[in-house]
């Protein structure tokens, strides 16, 4: 096979990878930056914030959240198209998906410790499995810097 349709194959394949698993991660990103915003909303009704001043720190916080998921998905199309070039694309992967996972389980865990989200079973379930999965991700993206790391040393 010609070396250079290779090479454009490969490629375009990263390409194709990395605006794959870049829709992934910028999915969840939205989902954090609505729980992110929504924490921030509980918490100031919580610590009895004039709620004629929410309004503008949601205003503020919606802008720079947006700022910061718009950055977060150039960033990640960024490292996933590298990585698919040179290894290490579901390690970085999984490390992404873990800080996500983090996030949502961070941005849960306050509602139930206050008290300021009824005690349903399944509010504790979803952020049990929020946990769970963010503690898999880590672990997974642990074995596999390890194994990559590994096999650079061979």
């Known amino acids: 096979m010609d070396p250079l349709l290779r090479e454009h194959k490969k490629h375009a394949m990263a390409g194709f990878l990395s605006v794959l698993l870049t829709g992934v991660v910028s ?3 939205i989902v954090n930056w609505f729980s992110l915003r929504g924490l921030v909303i509980a918490l100031l ?11 503008a720190v949601d205003y503020s916080l919606l802008i720079i959240l ?3 998921w718009l950055v977060f998905v150039y960033f990640s199309q960024y490292l996933f198209k590298k990585h698919a070039l040179t290894g290490g694309l579901w390690k970085s992967f999984t490390k992404l998906l873990s800080i996500q996972a983090w996030i949502l389980f961070a941005c ?5 410790l206050t008290g300021m989200r009824s ?7 979803l952020v ?27």
């Open 128 to 154: 049990a499995v929020e946990g769970v999965c963010a503690l898999v991700f880590t672990i997974l993206s642990a074995k596999l810097e390890k194994k990559a790391i590994a096999s650079d040393q061979n």
């Open 27 to 29: 999915i969840i990103g």
């Open 108 to 112: 849960g865990l306050p509602y139930l």
């Open 66 to 68: 947006g700022i910061g």
């Open 119 to 125: 005690k349903l079973e399944t509010d504790w379930i």
């Open 45 to 55: 009704g919580y610590f009895k914030v004039d709620p004629f001043k929410w309004q």
